[in-house]
């Protein structure tokens, strides 16, 4: 028991040994907490206290209670002089409002934090900007104890920003300025490029031998070009200077595009480049918007894929889509198959004055203004415009606006199939598969059954296996049998089927009508219209048919107006595209005319030279139709001065009888069909034919 009770001593011994351990382990333990304790709260402390940028401690009345160096660095007080201040003391007045108002939510409870900018009063009288972030410490009893707030030093900002506010607006009046001057200088310029360009008018219309024949015609064509660059330089410092306004009228789509390939038809059957258009099938035919610009883009692109593609094909399509506002966006897409453009170029071709390649500059031509003016204008009909191009393969230039659709009853050609139409077999033949694509699917869609092949063999083919036909399409330029010589095959193995010609170029179109109306009960000009498709193949399928082998030759009785009725004319009208699509129509009927673009222009060259007709559109910037008009009537008397014809976008009632008002003689309306203007012009045109009295 001794023994036992040795043992039982040893362990109670042991176990105290043990207890000791534990408690200095224990000691040791809180002591090193405690030093921690108080090394963290004294690093809190020293953090705050070296922060970059101000804290501060302040009582709910806004006394300073506790304040770090970079505050008082800021505001130039010690902590000690601060403590005996507010907020309020070295808060600028005019600021105090604000902060106290957030201050009263806060206490309010109604904001958590909150955060502005402001100005205190530096010890030295100085205003320092400051950006102030503040928060609220809330006791367990709901009472609130202290805010926190930060402070930073913004004054170097703000004189940044306010520097390159200033750098800013100098430059756009430097810009506005540049604009302004651009603008005048090219209107200065115009005016004695007028006179050239009428007079050197005047001259060919004068006996020359055919040197001399030549050498004025240069004259014109390059007054011409020159004109066109000014004008562009015009346009687009209107643009930069903000004084380019949009309209807003009901106009078509389709005869918006229709006009822009027009105009650019002629240059893409020279170099044999196929032109066609389509537009997907639920787009809004009319819309409400600036017809002049939205043809203004796509004549400028078109023209640039004309000019760089030299073979294949330019394809104008549109969709559409409505948007959440209701309005429709537009996206248009001018793809051609041309040189394209390198990757590397393309952020700059929408810069002014920029080409890809100063040295296709002089292989091409141009102010590389085009691109530029197009985005512009995209920009201001809430859209934007980019490029998609592989060189070698070709481009792809897409613009997209905003317009509203106009509510207009729905076009006969759209979505209808008329019985004359419907269930007719047609054979299409086109090697251009773009239109092959078209053809089809306006056929289809009125009601038609089609089937297209690429080649006039293939052709032959269809009508050797026996497939019966109402109609073949037949294109004209084609790589191995044109469609004469496939007309001519079709006719050895069928007499009766009509055949309709596509070709593309009004001269050669005209010079087949003369050679082949025999072969061709119709003729239809190249990009396809659909309505004029649509009416040809009503004309063709109606039931008192010409009968195909007699077949009446398509001729225009305008083509030679040109050369019985001679007339002196002037186009009076501001916008580049209008005059072209003019100019071009009166080219058409066989005249040649000289442009004013507005009505101090028009009178300058009336007074210099004299004119039967003035075609004069009514708005016009400077002075406009109207009162040019006025003007002229007060000028030269009514055997003097030329028979005046307005020319107007609107087409309303009250417009016609101001038009007359001013002294106008006729009117026709925007935009222009070739129709009404050879009928005024032959209806004045002969009035001066006829004996005065
Ligand atoms: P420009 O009046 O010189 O044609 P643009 O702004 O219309 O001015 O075009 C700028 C340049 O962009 C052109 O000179 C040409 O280098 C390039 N470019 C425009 N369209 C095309 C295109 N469809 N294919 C290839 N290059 C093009």
Redesign the pocket.
């Known amino acids: 028991s001794c023994l036992q009770s040795q043992h039982e001593m040893g362990q109670i011994a042991e176990r105290q040994a043990q207890v000791e351990a534990m408690k200095a382990s224990v000691e040791q333990q809180v002591f090193e907490r405690t030093l921690e304790l108080s090394e963290s709260e004294e690093r809190f402390r020293s953090t705050v206290e070296n922060s970059a940028i101000g804290v501060a401690l302040l009582a709910p009345d806004g006394r300073w209670l506790q304040a770090n160096r970079a505050l008082c660095e800021i505001v130039g007080y010690s902590e000690a002089e601060l403590l005996k201040l507010n907020f309020q003391a070295i808060t600028h007045p005019e600021d105090l409002e604000a902060d106290l108002s957030y201050v009263q939510q806060m206490l309010a409870g109604e904001i958590r934090t909150y955060q502005m900018e402001k100005r205190y009063i530096h010890k030295n009288g100085h205003l320092v900007d400051i950006l102030l972030s503040v928060s609220l410490v809330w006791d367990k009893f709901g009472q609130p104890m202290y805010f926190i707030a930060q402070i930073q030093d913004i004054s170097e900002r703000k004189r940044t920003e306010e520097a390159l506010a200033q750098t800013r607006d100098q430059a756009l009046a430097a810009t506005r300025a540049k604009s302004e001057f651009l603008a005048n200088m090219s209107h200065e310029i115009r005016t004695p490029m007028n006179a050239v360009i009428g007079m050197t008018g005047l001259l060919l219309d004068t006996k020359l031998s055919a040197e001399q024949q030549d050498f004025v015609e240069t004259v014109r064509s390059s007054s011409d070009a020159l004109l066109t660059i000014i004008n562009?330089i015009l346009d687009f410092s209107k643009i930069e200077s903000g004084k380019l306004d949009l309209e807003t009228q009901p106009f078509s789509l389709p005869e918006c595009i229709e006009e822009a390939l027009d105009l650019v038809a002629v240059k893409a059957a020279e170099k044999n480049v196929e032109l066609a258009y389509l537009l997907e099938d639920e787009t809004p035919r009319d819309l409400i918007g600036d017809v002049t610009r939205v043809r203004q883009i796509l004549v400028?692109?078109l023209?640039?894929?004309v000019?760089?593609?030299p073979r294949g094909e330019v394809v104008v399509s549109v969709r559409s889509q409505v948007e959440p506002n209701g309005q429709s966006a537009f996206q248009f897409a001018?793809r051609?198959t041309?040189?394209?453009?390198p990757q590397d170029?393309m952020d700059r071709?929408?810069h002014?004055f920029?080409?890809?390649?100063s040295s296709?500059?002089r292989q091409?031509?141009?102010?590389?203004?085009?691109?530029?003016?197009?985005k512009r204008l995209c920009e201001m009909m809430s859209g934007t415009m980019w490029?998609e191009?592989v060189v070698g393969q070709?481009?792809t230039?897409y613009f997209k606006i905003l317009a509203e659709a106009a509510s207009t009853p729905p076009r006969r050609y759209l979505n209808v199939t008329p019985a004359e139409l419907s269930q007719k077999r047609v054979l299409i033949v086109d090697d251009n598969a773009t239109n092959r694509q078209i053809l089809t699917l306006q056929t289809r869609g009125w009601g038609m059954s089609s089937i297209a092949v690429p080649s006039g063999e293939e052709a032959l083919a269809q009508l050797r296996q026996g497939e019966i036909f109402d109609l073949a399409l037949l294109d004209y330029h084609m790589a191995e049998m044109d469609g004469i010589t496939l007309a001519k095959e079709i006719r050895k193995m069928n007499a009766e089927l009509p055949l309709m010609m596509l070709s593309s170029g009004f001269l050669t179109n005209r010079r087949v009508t003369e050679l082949h109306g025999e072969l061709f009960a119709k003729f239809l000009p190249k990009p396809i219209k659909p309505s004029l498709l649509f009416d040809r193949l009503l004309e063709i399928f109606s039931e008192n048919q010409v009968p195909p082998t007699a077949p009446l030759p398509v001729r225009r009785p305008e083509d030679q107006m040109g050369e019985n009725l001679s007339l002196r004319l002037l186009v009076a009208e501001d916008n580049l595209v209008n005059q072209k699509v003019a100019l071009r129509m009166l080219q058409k009927l066989g005249y040649r005319a000289d442009v004013a673009a507005n009505g101090y222009e028009a009178i300058a060259a009336i007074r210099r030279q004299s004119y039967d007709i003035v075609l004069m559109d009514v708005h016009m910037p400077e002075m406009d139709g109207l009162e040019a008009t006025r003007k002229i009537c007060q000028r030269w008397n009514e055997h003097d001065r030329p028979y005046i014809i307005a020319m107007t976008a609107n087409a309303m009632q009250g417009d016609r009888e101001a038009c007359l008002a001013a002294g106008m003689n006729d009117y026709i309306s925007k935009p222009i069909k070739i129709e009404d203007l050879s009928r005024v012009l032959e209806k004045w045109g002969l009035k001066l034919l006829a004996p005065a009295g």
């Open positions: 562009d400028n692109l023209s640039n894929a000019k760089f593609t001018v051609d041309g040189i394209g453009i170029r071709l929408f002014s920029s080409q890809v390649d296709t500059t091409y031509g141009g102010t590389g203004l085009g691109l530029a003016i197009s490029v191009s070709g481009s230039f």
